[in-house]
């Protein structure tokens, strides 16, 4: 990584460089949310293809779920109160289908009923057919014996016990999951309001990267690298909703930079960049940033992921992630996922991790707070991925998620520690 001291790269410069103090993570956070003000756009879409969308709306329900008390299993409806032993017969007088519905219950009768269907007048409990002894069947009315004492309300479903007419199911800003598509289906909403797509446009910076399928390994020059970083940015951007144009590599030079982030300024939201964050003098997205608009470069504690740009051109936002892939990928899930979800107008953007045993040591603190790639073992611990680099990309494949380590702290095995899962952080 080019971090060349500021003093060193730039000669004219005789002043000793002064190095700001490194940004921590929830202070870089909150001035990174502070920015991201939710965009208007929102659009209707089908309920089908709503997931992992914003709903821009709150979901009011007109009526309630199950809109009838309804029976749980296939048996029969009866009045607890007709129950004498496990002698009583009842008379089997109606025959309940789920999608149809009874009438009132006679004294000493019983429904066949099956799961779903309305709980006929009268009923108060079913019985599922196992505990049943059906009598007489196929000779004009049967009769049913109950073998087992029913209880008032049993294998009863009530009205309105999944939703109340009246109640909001989902909230405007809450994030769409398949259960919250059924949900919404549930109460009859075949369209639903969402956040627009937010519009990014993604660039990788540097000389030394070619795309794979362009040149194949045998060829590769000296110093050349694939990038890997566009692939599973631009993934996990799609994996947020947003609408991706991919503007590819951009190469070492500030004409270049200037004008690849002029081009993406223009109907997108937020230009993301990864690379040439450093402060070298092969890093030209600072000086074209400026020289455009704004920007903050911040030296963020954490380990991976140091150097880190917010700033805006034009109308877009900007965000410059670190080159190194595993600083890059986890820059993105640490600070640019909330971002993202915020401009979608969702409220909670909290990062949970849980509490779980190393079984690893990390014998040696860092200054700055570290976020390990591990993975949780048979045992229900963690184990270290062996190398934690950030220009090893393996630690995140292998890994199943992070360790959020506090700066200066030591792991001992068996120590309790928090643990993110990539699940939370990829969703
Ligand atoms: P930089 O932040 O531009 O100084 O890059 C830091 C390190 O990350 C260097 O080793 C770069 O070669 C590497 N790097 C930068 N961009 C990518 C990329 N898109 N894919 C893979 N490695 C990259
Ligand atoms: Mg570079």
């Known amino acids: ?37 939710p965009l208007p756009a929102v659009e209707r879409v089908s309920t089908f293809e709503a997931d992992g969308r914003v709903l821009a709306q709150d979901l009011l329900s007109g009526l309630d779920v199950p ?95 999944d939703v109340a007419a009246g109640a909001v199911v989902l909230q405007r800003g809450e994030r769409l999951s398949p259960a919250s598509l059924g949900l919404a289906a549930s109460i009859g909403f075949d369209q639903l309001q969402v956040a627009g797509r937010v519009r990014v446009a993604l660039f990788s910076t540097g000389d030394e990267l070619v795309m794979p399928g362009e040149v194949a390994p045998a060829d590769m020059k000296p110093g050349a690298i694939y990038n890997s970083n566009r692939f599973f940015l631009r993934a996990l951007l799609l994996r947020l909703g947003c609408s991706v144009t991919d503007l590819g590599i951009v190469p070492d030079r500030l004409d270049a930079t200037v004008a690849a982030l002029q081009a993406a300024s223009q109907q997108h939201d937020l230009i993301l960049t990864s690379g040439g964050v450093s402060v070298g003098e092969e890093d030209h997205i600072k000086p074209a940033v400026q020289a455009l608009g704004e920007l903050n470069l911040w030296q963020i504690a954490i380990k991976p992921g140091k150097p880190f740009a917010y700033g805006r051109v034009g109308p877009a936002h900007f965000i410059g ?75 995140a494949v292998w ?29």
């Open 67 to 161: 809109a009838h008390d309804n029976s749980s299993m296939d048996g029969y409806a009866l009045r607890c109160a007709d129950w004498a032993d496990a002698s009583t017969v009842l008379q089997v007088k109606q025959r309940i289908p789920a999608g149809s519905h009874g009438h009132a219950l006679a004294a000493m009768s019983a429904a066949r009923i099956f799961t779903g269907a309305p709980i006929p007048p009268g009923a108060d409990a079913v019985v599922m057919q196992e505990d049943c002894m059906t009598l007489n069947e196929g000779l004009g009315d049967a009769g049913v014996r109950i073998l087992v004492q029913p209880k008032p309300g049993q294998w009863i479903r009530r009205r309105g016990e």
């Open 1 to 37: 990584m080019s971090q060349a001291n500021p003093a060193t790269s730039m000669p004219s410069n005789p002043m000793p460089p002064v190095r700001a103090p490194l940004k921590p993570l929830d202070q870089a956070l909150a001035e990174l949310l502070a920015q991201a003000a």
């Open 321 to 395: 992630l670190p080159g190194n892939p595993v600083s890059s990928f986890v820059t993105f899930l640490l600070l640019v996922r909330p971002f993202l979800l915020r401009l979608q107008g969702v409220n909670d953007v909290t990062i949970k991790s849980i509490a779980l045993p190393a079984h690893f040591s990390w014998p040696k603190a860092d200054k700055r707070r570290e976020f390990l790639r591990v993975r949780r073992d048979a045992a229900g611990g963690l184990e270290l991925f062996g190398n934690q680099s950030s220009g090893v990309l393996t630690s």
């Open 399 to 427: 890994g199943d998620g992070l360790v959020d380590n506090p700066a200066g702290q030591t792991i001992a095995h068996g120590d309790t520690v928090r643990f993110i899962p990539f699940a939370e952080l990829l969703a």
